[in-house]
């Protein structure tokens, strides 16, 4: 392997790392949005 493969396989690496941080943090981030809307919904149907 030679340098520029070498560093080709690290950047692929490290892109894949990004990729899968940004799409589990999306994921957390759009759970809380969902329980705060079930939350908002369900307390609008207690007052009614």
Do not use: F
């Amino acid at each position: 392997m030679n340098k520029n493969q070498c560093r080709n396989a690290v950047t692929m690496i490290s892109s894949n790392l990004l990729h899968m941080l940004a799409y589990h943090s999306n994921k957390k981030w759009r759970t809380m949005q969902y329980e705060k809307v079930i939350k908002a919904d369900s307390t609008v149907r207690q007052k009614r």
